[in-house]
């Protein structure tokens, strides 16, 4: 892998990364931008303890462009985009509408103790998997799925040691069901100044079945689900596939590499080898979930959101890297809404059966 990195015309970073040792990357970012700022900060829930980030300055993102107006593309044909080559493999930048962002002032609070505020201090890339304006993730080739988890891989090293970072987060939102507003292949990552409020509840619930049994939580859950395998969609030599037994989501699988590590940074040259066609073969048979009543033909791609799980900085000892990819269509024709009780209450209510959405993954293997 090349690694080039050089500067958009603001200012921000952008970084190729190539199979191609010989790649040269030296096309200049020729638009007019002024350096782009951020009112970002964090706020902290005093009923909950959560940090909510507030990001006023992105109402104005770009959204739902034409595909002749695509920012993700390469540059060509006289129109300008934020990747200045014409042509690329993978490409990082840093957002134009960061929520989080380095230069985030410092808020002034109102000096209540219960009004807990903080800059929102952090970074947010962009990824983009490829210059196909047309493609999806599962489309690319494994040569290439290899290359964006060696791009996720060198982000998370170089993010995790940035001065305030306590988590890397990479994710990718694909389909608009899902609010994607730009159409190009890619995702993102965040690297928060906090430790999210999910990942808290993990390493509370580590520490307690530490406490409970000696073990690890993680590697017991994979045990288990390896062991009676009812709920396994995929098992490799180094990675296994499962929908979680307590799945939130119609139709959810979490990926685990057999051995536990904390990041992408720590997974071998073996582990990395075996990702890409387990991952992509996940991918492909998400996109086989839902067919036309009378026969096999796939309706529209499957919205679906893709998230890292990595360890914090802080406290994370005892947590597992993993990727849970999960989908908000529950059937044909029919979304899966957050309305009261999960949105007001944080209380799921699945109308799949795990054991039954494991089935049918199962079942649409190429």
């Not at 619930?205 to 530490?210: I, L, N, P, Q, Y």
Request: proline share 8%.
């Amino acid at each position: 892998m090349k690694r080039t990195v050089t500067k958009l015309a603001d200012g921000r970073e952008l970084i190729y990364f190539d199979r191609d040792e010989s790649a040269v990357r030296d096309s200049a970012d020729l638009r007019p931008l002024e350096p782009t700022a951020s009112l970002s900060e964090i706020r902290r829930d005093p009923a909950t303890g959560d940090w909510v980030t507030v990001a006023a300055h992105r109402q104005g993102r770009t959204y739902h462009p034409p595909a002749d107006e695509c920012p993700l593309c390469p540059s060509a044909d006289g129109r300008l985009s934020e990747i200045p080559a014409d042509a690329y493999d993978v490409a990082v930048f840093e957002n134009r509408f960061p929520s989080l962002a380095p230069g985030a002032p410092a808020p002034v609070g109102d000096g209540d103790p219960l009004h807990v505020i903080a800059a929102g201090a952090g970074r947010c890339e962009v990824v983009c998997f490829t210059a196909d304006h047309g493609a999806s993730f599962a489309d690319l080739t494994p040569a290439k799925a290899r290359l964006v988890l060696d791009a996720w891989t060198d982000r998370t090293a170089e993010l995790s040691a940035l001065p305030g970072i306590e988590q890397v987060y990479a994710f990718e939102n694909r389909g608009a069901e899902i609010g994607v507003t730009l159409a190009h292949p890619h995702g993102q990552i965040y690297a928060f100044p906090f430790t999210t409020p999910r990942t808290a509840k993990m390493i509370t619930a580590a520490a307690e079945h530490r406490r409970r049994t000696g073990g690890n939580l993680f590697e017991d859950l994979l045990a288990a689900e390896r062991r009676d395998p009812v709920r396994v969609v995929l098992a490799g030599e180094h990675w296994t596939a499962f929908v979680p037994f307590a799945a939130r989501w119609p139709y959810e699988v979490h990926l685990y590499p057999n051995r536990r590590v904390a990041d992408l940074t720590g997974l071998d040259e073996a582990e990395r080898a075996e990702f890409p066609e387990v991952y992509l073969e996940l991918l492909r048979r998400f996109d086989r979930l839902f067919t036309e009543p009378g026969d096999n033909t796939p309706v529209a791609p499957t919205p679906y959101i893709a998230a890292w799980h990595q360890a914090p900085t802080l406290h994370g000892e005892e947590l597992a890297l993993h990727l849970e990819l999960f989908t908000i269509r529950r059937t044909v024709g029919k979304l899966k809404f957050l309305a009261g009780v999960e949105s007001g209450m944080d209380a799921f209510v699945n109308d799949v059966s795990p054991e039954a959405a494991a089935q049918r993954l199962r079942e649409v293997a190429s």
